[in-house]
């Protein structure tokens, strides 16, 4: 039997990046989980659901491409120290604690609740290098109703001795056995994940090449987020002219060695050079942009005019916790600011990034990762919000997108500051 | 009769910019509206009120030294325009609205309830340039307990027609009518607020040099914001070598034409030269540094290492609404981010801000503009801020300085947000 539900509100979306279609007093229609309609009269057949958001703004699910489950915990803390420094002091201690079930269970459950009381309908998330709590998170994760990606991460060298697995095949039985343990999970896939160059020996990096293509899995990891890092990637592969390619040659970057495609995200690029950014480009590698993970790591200002002229796919990313805040709109907002420091104080011929741009990013941009994602198109999985602007108080009368860029810039992330509604392949979150 | 309170509860201070003095559990002692001890145990005499907040975090309270009271109404919205198209575009379309005492109410009372509900304690404002809204609005202020000094605005050039004051004379008379009509109250305190050189005839500039000395008033007003502004000022005074002169030639920038002293706080400071920077110093001129305005407007970024270096005052600003957020605590994290892309993107010479400093240039450095204001010592107006910290779910425990840096990461402003107690010069506002 057909299930259909209607919702009533003040619709604001996209067709392309740089301008928003509104529909005030709006009807979207969703059957089967899926948006059948969007438009300015209700037209449906049959029975139906009617959810009335009347003088709500409903608005695309936001999508998270790039965070840490484990780091949540010191989320807003040590901000003072730059990428490496930090790595060492907080996320590898948090890390390692994930070793024991008492601890994953408490942190990954305030973890979990905390994303689905957000804005964040989609995400992809690193876990830790421990089998038993990636199983744990993505149980948790699938109870959410969120749809999420979660990557088991691997490490086998030049990490603090907790979180170095002991050897790569260990590691790649550790991650199959994550794959196997999760496989009947609906809204929750595992995705390859090596936590960076650095971390991945030669041989995890060829093994985990050959599980991929194995499971047909995506790929996510991190790529050219700060200078003293690039510097290390060189060191220890002189053979490669850029970082990206120690993905590549082990067929984790968005194309097999057998030239099959796959989706990968890569967090950061702050520093990809020409080279780096037309391999990204040639081989359809998502970039997961996180201005405010870059600013508080001292990484820089990644050039997204550049990346969107030259037509790379940038999506948007919260990367909790070298970002502090779980907060897309946060996000948004952050990569409008850092654009216009970056046509400021870099690059003249670079203009801003707009709102609509950035809102584009965390919707259909984002969505594309996952699939028909991210749009209200007929035949696109039906993530909605609804949001209450009427929590921030006014006396002035704004149009529907203009109250979307306030409500983002004023607003934070919780239910309780006003996101009403939250849906996710057309059942209600919250 | 003496009136004596004790507040316990997670101190958090600071005797210098480096570093917190935490004291868990602690005691603050206050009489008379001023802070008598702070102390690791109860150190009291006679009857006295006790508030215990222990587990708590309590702070000195916060000082905005920069904003517009009657822009609140638009913040967050028109984020993609640069500094004078967004003059042109939001602040002087809505800023003439408050010539119509209906508005003026409304608007100024959502204003004041949501800064009495917020962390900042005292605050520089500028109003517009209407008498009878700028006396409406301190008496609101005036009501809400907090301290604060506000300007009706002068401008009598190079404006629209709605807000240029029919002549110098007629501007002097405004503001001397709103001197008069607020001589009784207590808190809240007017201030000489020319917008900035280009809307500010020398006529006008002149007799508020004048003015100003008659009265002892301190000043409020913008300086080298923006690339675009200075090349006006330039256009307008080819007289001078730097824009700071066009205040000081009329004995509105620190010092009189005598050379009496007097408080003067200026806005941005983002492209200060070296004379200019001199000045500043020469004449104990605050700046107010107000970094998520500098983004969203594209204005730079301050040298704020090289103010410091240099031995200028710095304090923190939200500019509602080139800001669009009235949290301090969001101001501090902008100040960090943003020194560390000057930092990493302008000059390898200038070290990051931290935290500590942050937290230092909101408190200490903004509060000795309101006199003995902003530290835990004997003898300074008990302004003082309770955070429940326990609002953010965690499994970790953090020292209380570390709390601190989280709560302002991840908090908002708003009272239902964690703050849970304010005080001003001793008296609870909620």
Not at 55 to 71: E, F
Request: with cysteine; glycine share 8%.
């Amino acid at each position: 039997m057909m299930i259909k539900t209607v919702i009533k509100g003040d619709i604001v979306f996209q067709k392309e990046p740089t301008k928003f279609v509104t529909i005030k007093s709006g009807y979207i229609t969703i059957e089967n989980g899926k948006i059948a309609s969007v438009s300015d009269a209700l037209k449906v057949d049959g029975d139906y659901e009617f959810l009335d958001f009347d003088g709500k703004l409903v608005v695309p699910g936001l999508v998270d491409t790039h965070l840490h489950a484990p780091q949540n915990a010191f989320r807003g803390t040590d901000m003072d120290l730059e990428l490496i420094d930090w790595l060492n002091k907080s996320p590898f201690s948090e890390e390692a604690k994930y070793s024991g079930a008492e601890y994953a269970e408490k942190a990954y459950g305030i973890f979990t609740e905390g994303l689905k009381n957000s804005a964040t309908t989609r995400a992809c998330i690193f876990a830790t290098i421990h089998k038993d709590a990636t199983v744990l998170i993505m149980n948790m994760l699938e109870d959410s109703g969120l749809v999420t990606y979660v990557g088991k991460v691997n490490m086998d060298r030049n990490s603090p001795d907790a979180l170095t697995e002991k050897s790569a095949d260990r590691s790649i039985i550790d991650t199959v056995s994550v794959i196997e343990a999760t496989k009947n999970l609906k809204n929750t896939k595992p995705i390859i994940t090596p936590r960076f160059t650095p971390s991945c020996s030669d041989e995890l990096m060829k093994k985990l090449g050959i599980l991929r293509q194995k499971y047909g899995l995506p790929v996510q990891s991190h790529l050219s987020e700060n200078l003293g890092e690039i510097e290390l990637v060189k060191f220890l592969h002189p053979e490669v002219d850029f970082y990206a390619q120690t993905y590549d040659n082990n067929g984790l970057f968005g194309k097999s060695l057998n030239g099959e495609s796959f989706k990968t995200v890569m967090a950061h690029c702050v520093w990809s050079g020409d080279g780096e950014r037309k391999l990204i480009k040639d081989n359809g590698v998502y970039i997961a942009h996180s201005p405010i993970s870059n600013l508080n790591l001292s990484s820089g200002i990644a050039p997204v005019r550049r990346f969107l002229n030259e037509g790379l796919k940038v999506t948007l990313a919260t990367d909790v916790a070298g970002g502090h805040t779980k907060s897309m709109f946060s996000v948004m907002v952050s990569c409008v600011q850092v654009s216009k420091m970056y046509w400021r104080l870099v690059d003249q011929t670079l203009p801003p990034i707009t709102f609509a741009e950035a809102f584009y990013m965390a919707t259909a941009a984002g969505g594309e990762f996952f699939g028909k994602v991210g749009r209200f198109e007929s035949g696109y999985d039906a993530d909605i919000l609804v949001l209450d602007d009427g929590v921030i108080p006014s006396c002035t009368t704004l149009s529907p997108d203009n109250r979307l860029e306030r409500y983002a810039y004023l607003n934070g992330d919780l239910r309780s500051g006003g996101i009403c509604a939250k849906f996710v392949k057309g059942k209600r979150i919250f």
